[in-house]
């Protein structure tokens, strides 16, 4: 019998629970028993963690957050925490550890598959969809759709009161979750960190708007774009417009994941449980082209997923 590991890291995202439900049930199908870690690589530092069964993992596919808890490790990158993390599975005999997160928790994932002789396979998660070797991650669509719910209902009420909105979405330093949510909002503007958009660019915008009769508009901003308070009131000052700053903030995080997170997620586990399996190593799951597969896990975090620009133009013309 072989074992498995499998911990959430990071930020939570919705369909982590998939993903968890999922690799248990795929590795016990082989013969694999599993080892949950818990409270993100706390657990691989103090060797913490429980057995997850197919009965255990029952009923949480539909629920959002992460059963196994997680962290933000700033210690875990030090050597000598990734050193006991090694130890760790090398003691508990772990022949292959899944882990589920974003972009830090892969790149913790690459420096501690350096040091083990345990096999490591990233799963890609969290709402930022900032991994390269995917074209999503899971809870980026659910993550989206909260968003697009709120402003659907931020919109509402800049019509009645024909105000301008500023809508600070997540995202850390990158503007996917903004971009994509900015599109399916119909938004007048969107601020991504990618591109530096000058002040004097969205005061035009809102004056070209203006010109063509619309009294009311909504900037979807990333929050890696800075100082949205400030963006909000020099708008007001230099427009007399009256203008409100809205921040979804860690709603974003939360909430039943959608369809779309929860097969990403058991696409994803069935893949990497797959390579584990095929005792293959140091890879990151992901979807390119509609086509599941995977890329070298060093790969993955040394690359910067680009962000297709085009679409700022395309979004800015289907808000006219
Ligand atoms: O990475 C997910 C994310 O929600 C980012 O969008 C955000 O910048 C960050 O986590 C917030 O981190 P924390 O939970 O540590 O406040």
């Not at 957050?65 to 508990?92: M, Q």
């Not at 969809?129 to 709120?150: K, S």
Request: with cysteine; net charge neutral.
């Amino acid at each position: 019998m072989k074992t498995i590991g499998v911990v959430t890291s990071g930020g939570d995202a919705p369909g982590m629970n998939a993903a968890i439900r999922a690799v248990t049930r795929l590795a016990y199908a082989k013969d694999f028993q599993v080892l949950g870690f818990e409270k993100g690589w706390e657990g691989l530092v103090t060797s913490t963690f429980r057995a997850l069964t197919p009965r255990s993992v029952g009923g949480i596919m539909q629920l959002g957050g992460t059963i196994l808890l997680t962290s933000r490790c700033p210690h875990f990158r030090k050597p000598e925490s990734i050193k006991k993390a090694a130890e760790t599975l090398a003691s508990n005999k772990v022949d292959g550890l899944i882990v589920i997160g974003g972009n830090g928790s892969l790149k913790a994932a690459c420096e501690l598959s350096e040091k083990t002789n345990t096999l490591i396979v990233g799963v890609p998660a969290t709402i930022d969809n900032d991994v390269y070797g995917t074209d999503e991650t899971i809870g980026f669509d659910t993550a989206v759709n909260t968003a697009v719910a709120e402003i659907d209902k931020i919109r509402d009420t800049a019509i009645s009161h024909e105000r301008i909105f500023i809508v600070e979405v997540m995202g850390r330093t990158r503007g996917f979750l903004a971009l994509t949510v900015g599109i399916t909002v119909g938004a007048e503007t969107i601020l991504v960190p990618e591109v530096k958009t000058p002040m004097e660019e969205i005061l035009g915008n809102i004056k070209e708007n203006s010109e063509k009769g619309k009294r009311s508009g909504i900037i979807v901003a990333a929050e890696g774009v800075g100082d949205t308070r400030k963006i909000a009131s020099e708008i007001e000052t230099r427009t007399g417009a009256e203008v409100r700053l809205s921040i979804i903030g860690y709603a974003q995080r939360g909430g039943s994941p959608t369809a779309r997170s929860r097969l990403l997620a058991s696409l994803f586990a069935n893949e990497a449980v797959e390579l584990l399996a095929n005792g293959q190593g140091n890879r990151v799951v992901g979807l390119q082209n509609g086509k599941i597969t995977s890329i070298d896990i060093e790969k993955s975090c040394k690359t910067e997923k680009p962000l297709d620009l085009s679409l700022l133009k395309m979004a800015r013309t289907l808000a006219t």
